[in-house]
């Protein structure tokens, strides 16, 4: 059973084309990385799959249901679907707006309508396994990157969704905090949870995902398994996820080939 | 700061500067608003309804002695309600700071009246009566101002929203103020950035045209920036399920201590109103 189908998913802003045509499937339980250079159409992916952005044509199902704006016009929809599919945002300044971090990682289960026991305990369990209980009092916005980015995977990962969708989840992080992010995804995933992860980090590849889908101008242009896909040049190239520049070996010689950075 | 730097960088810049400064201190303030002290302690609609009422009174009295006191009592209930002071005064100085110079320094020469001093160079007189309005102004802001800080300091900001929801505020307009506030700072923070930006490629003194536009280019690039946040936002919040209406942990119920607070803003309002008139 996958839990998302996308056909000929087509996605606009104003003449801009994100999405051209998208198809795609995501298998329940697999581990799945968006790859492509910046503007390739991830994040608006991934936007449409937590059904926040509705396609101007194409079909997008979530475990076999169409997700249309329609659907989440109706509460019990709605709230069934953000229980189960979470979107942890590239910034996660636009993700943290309460007053605590406490207060934080409670608005998705107060949102979803969960008794104030049960949201206490979710909460304090999670501020206490992604390592925040010290910091449970402190405002979220003058928290470090590393911090915000653990704040507001708790506030999505303390709703246990089963579907979780990650955008560059250790962009702009140190590379402690990148190790950090990680393994606590990694430890959360350990189950038969779905994760879908746009990043363009090929480092991070063969421990966040067993699938890896290329897009490239919003449109999938290849899917391959992560040791398959670092080891074909051409395609990194062609989609600029590596590039070619001038360098210098041992000192004397200088020249140019395709480069991984991060790896 | 050093004349020089001041002397480098415009109003408009200082302005958002200083608010930038007044909001850090304001959201830090915000995380003790669960702090122990009697305001923090009331429930949240009998604040919000005593700092309606005290803000309404400031705004009917037409006796500065009386504003003054309202002034002074604000005051009072922030040192005892153990509020940070400086972060209070930041913010209600800046506040009585923006009306001095939009409306109360204008009104000290445009309003006619007895003559009692001269504005040297311009020549422009100022009027008794201009200054009686000029003080009427900055008082009324201050004393407003701290009664609204006071709700802030002392109240959770999702409690103030859950509060004003109570009062049946639309559910819009109460979105709208709760992601205002929130990234208000976060603007503020992308302004002051860009100033940084700016003056780090800016050689010598720019003529008063050039940083005109410049200061039209950035509260445009602002704007958008804004937009662009503000849209992020709302999705962020959709995507752990907001559907319209903030819900909170906590349940609001009126103690004995809250009716007495309420009755004593009532109170002190209507006196004030009735003294003032």
């Given at each position: 059973m996958n839990v998302f189908d996308l056909r000929s998913v087509t996605y606009r802003f104003n003449r801009v084309?994100?999405?051209?045509?998208?198809?795609?499937?995501?298998p329940a339980g697999t581990r799945v990385a968006l790859l492509g250079a910046n503007g390739s159409g991830k994040s608006t992916l991934l936007r449409v799959l937590a059904g926040l952005y509705f396609p101007e044509s194409g079909r997008v199902e979530f475990r076999g249901e169409p997700l249309t704006e329609s659907r989440f016009a109706d509460d019990e929809f709605a709230h069934g679907f953000r229980r189960r599919v979470g979107l942890v945002f590239q910034n996660p300044d636009v993700q943290l707006f309460n007053a605590t971090v406490f207060d934080e990682v409670a608005f998705g289960p107060l949102q979803l309508g969960w008794a104030a026991g049960d949201v206490r305990a979710r909460v304090t369990d999670a501020l206490d396994r992604f390592r925040l209980s010290d910091l449970k009092d402190r405002v979220p916005q003058r928290l470090s990157g590393g911090e915000k980015k653990r704040v507001a995977l708790a506030s999505v990962l303390v709703m246990d969704p089963e579907v979780l969708l990650l955008d560059e989840p250790t962009d702009a992080l140190d590379p402690r905090s990148q190790s950090q992010v990680i393994d606590l995804l990694t430890e959360w995933t350990a189950g038969s949870k779905s994760v879908i992860t746009a990043t363009h980090h090929l480092g991070i590849l063969e421990e966040i995902a067993d699938h890896c889908v290329v897009l490239d101008r919003g449109r999938v242009v290849a899917e391959r398994s992560p040791a398959g896909l670092l080891s074909d040049e051409d395609l990194l190239d062609r989609t600029n996820l590596i590039h070619a520049h001038r360098h210098r070996h041992d000192g004397a010689h200088v020249h140019s080939h395709p480069h991984r950075h991060g790896l | 700061m050093s004349g020089r730097a001041r002397s480098e960088r415009g109003l408009f810049e200082r302005t958002v500067d200083g608010m930038r400064q007044a909001m850090e201190r304001a959201t830090s303030a915000e995380a003790g608003a669960t702090a122990a002290g009697w305001m923090q302690r009331l429930d949240p609609r009998v604040k919000l309804a005593a700092v309606l009422a005290l803000v309404a009174a400031v705004a009917l009295s037409h006796r500065l002695d009386v504003i003054a006191a309202l002034l002074a009592a604000g005051i009072a209930m922030a040192v005892t309600s153990r509020v940070p002071l400086s972060a209070l005064a930041s913010g209600v100085s800046l506040a009585a700071g923006a009306f001095a110079v939009a409306l109360a320094a204008p009104a000290l020469v445009l309003t006619p009246g007895r003559a009692v001093a001269v504005v040297p160079v311009a020549g422009w007189v100022v009027t008794a009566q201009g200054l009686m309005s000029a003080c009427y102004l900055v008082l009324r802001a201050a004393a407003a101002s701290t009664f609204g800080f006071l709700l802030v300091f002392t109240t959770p900001w999702a409690h103030v929203l859950k509060a004003l929801r109570a009062f049946h505020v639309p559910v819009l307009f109460v979105a709208v103020l709760a992601m205002t506030y929130r990234y208000i700072l976060l603007l503020l923070d992308s302004a002051h950035d860009m100033f940084v930006a700016r003056r780090s490629r800016t050689v010598g003194r720019l003529t008063?045209?050039?940083?005109?536009?410049?200061?039209?280019?950035?509260?445009?690039?602002?704007?958008?920036?804004?937009?662009?946040?503000?849209?992020?936002?709302?999705?962020?919040?959709?995507?752990?399920?907001?559907?319209?209406?903030?819900?909170?942990?906590d349940d609001f119920t009126m103690a004995r201590t809250d009716w007495f607070a309420l009755a004593a803003a009532a109170i002190l309002a209507a006196v004030a109103v009735w003294v003032g008139r």
């Open positions: 084309v994100a999405l051209d045509g998208l198809t795609m499937a995501v | 008063a045209a050039t940083r005109r536009r410049l200061v039209a280019q950035s509260a445009g690039a602002l704007l958008v920036k804004s937009l662009n946040m503000g849209n992020d936002v709302f999705l962020a919040m959709q995507a752990r399920g907001y559907r319209g209406e903030v819900r909170v942990l």
